[in-house]
């Protein structure tokens, strides 16, 4: 629960001060979250009970936030047409931020994810070779060897930041923000994933990886119809412990802008799946997700009890938030937009 209120505190609206009562089923709620104020501010000259920014307002009249409205919406069952149920395969066009991405417009070689209609984020190493005419950016797309459908939408990339501190050794920063020539439409099949909570740990919640990577480790290539693996976000100490007992030194620290998901036994992100999104269920919307980490890097895949790395996109916030203020083009959007509504 606490999370849900911090969730809504980000963006608009200040709740802390909600909810004292001013009368019979009466409550101070911030100013725009009420129909019809009992106390119009103007007109009565005594003071109201609630503070300058609020209404006292009848609970008939308060409106209630809902869940974001243009962002991380996923389709549970897919799009255009019903397809059989496989273990570890994601619907078509379950996951409409998902993008691929692709050398010489055939290679596929990683994914990434939609947050805004123009960027995409993806992790450092993938960029590493790249230019911005080496590559292009699939919207739309669930089988790779389907890349023609009404549904697709390729893009080309005008610029590429990547963190200035990346390391490839650690994984430390491993994140990219990839811009586009032109936006991508914001229609179904294709839109942007919510952005993370800011200050929430995920610790031990399941939460899904997207991508086109390698079904396991001794797979020979990727997966044309795109993996959806659900797995526990694993806390930090005990991610470090794990790691340490697998043949690491005992002195293996994990860099602050990484977060651990899996551990289990055939269940993990894959060769190929670097730069694609780890996204989790928005409390109380099972099906809108927020963006929380990038594949970045493991040791093997799905082996028990070892655990992968990913770029914890809530840590890297402020610089992603920095680097979409300062430097790229404007105007952008960052923030989903919350859809009011009467309760
Ligand atoms: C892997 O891809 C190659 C080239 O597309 C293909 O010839 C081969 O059959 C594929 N192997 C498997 C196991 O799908
Ligand atoms: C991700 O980073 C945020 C912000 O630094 C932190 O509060 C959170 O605990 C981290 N998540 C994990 C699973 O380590
Ligand atoms: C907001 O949500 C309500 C109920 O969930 C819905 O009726 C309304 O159309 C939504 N508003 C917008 C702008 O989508």
Redesign the pocket.
Known sequence: MWRRVIFIRCCFWTLTETGAPCGLQMECVPQGLCKTSAWNQNAISWPSPCQRSESCCHSSQKLVI?AP?NCGKSNPNGLGGTVEEVVDQAKPNEFPWTVALMQNLINFFGAGTLVTENIVITAAHLMLDKTINDFGIIGGAWDLKQLAGKTIQWRTATRIVSHPDFNKMTGANNIALIVLETSFVMKPPIGPICWPTSGVSFDRERCLVAGWGRPDFLAKNYSYKQKKIDLPIVSRSDCESLLRRTAFVQSFQLDPTILCAGGERGRDACIGDGGSPLMCPIPGHPAIYELVGIVNSGFSCGLENVPALYTNISHMRPWIEKQLNDELNKPYKTFPIY?I?YD
């Open positions: 809902g409205l859809n509504s």
